[in-house]
């Protein structure tokens, strides 16, 4: 129900979240949070720090996500009195906290083995190489930081192929891992 209302009131009256800069908390709890918890939920019947344990990144690629898709649309916004986050500070800050959110997931991936005694099933390593597909996109914007629209579209083209791609992969890479370990024959 939380989803929902967020998401409903992300534009619809009186919270307009996206007209007042809380736009990509909105999306960043959906997409980081309650989407992934309620499918953990359903699945496991309860919620863990296993399930809590991929919360970080995915709020990272939730907040990826929303400012790329805002990055074309900053005038828009702007003559639409949509104050978000790009439209308030620009396309720039809008690449370089894309790319820096994306190299914070991709470091969570890499680094989280040498902080846990845990043993996981799946190999975090594995998933941080896989990372390096949006991160070297959002690198990209984040190096160009181009501030007119027709170049600032085709970096953030890049940067959703490179999303989309890597949770298709790693989303394969995770039903392997329910496959092997229910011991179907793959």
Request: net charge positive; proline share 5%; with cysteine.
């Amino acid at each position: 129900m939380l989803g929902n209302l967020l998401g409903w009131f992300y534009s619809a009256p009186p919270l307009r979240l996206a007209y007042r800069g809380l736009g990509e908390l909105a999306i960043v709890l959906c997409i980081g949070l309650l989407i992934p918890g309620m499918g953990y939920l359903v699945t496991s019947g309860h919620i863990d720090q296993d399930g809590l344990l991929f919360i970080m990144p995915l709020m990272l690629y939730g907040l990826a996500f929303i400012l790329s898709v805002e990055i074309p649309d900053m005038e828009a916004d702007r003559l639409g009195n949509k104050w978000n986050w790009v439209a308030r500070k620009g396309r720039g800050f809008g690449f370089t906290v894309t790319g820096t959110a994306l190299l914070l997931a991709t470091l969570f991936f890499l680094c989280y083995p040498w902080f846990t005694q845990r043993a996981y099933p799946l190999d975090f390593h594995f998933l941080g190489i896989l990372s390096l597909l949006p991160l070297g996109a959002g690198w990209i914007g984040l190096v160009r930081r181009p501030v007119e629209k027709l170049p600032a579209t085709r970096v953030v083209y890049g940067i959703m192929i490179a999303l989309t791609t890597f949770c298709i992969l790693a989303d394969g890479y995770l039903i392997f891992l329910i496959l092997i370990l229910r011991g179907y024959q793959v």
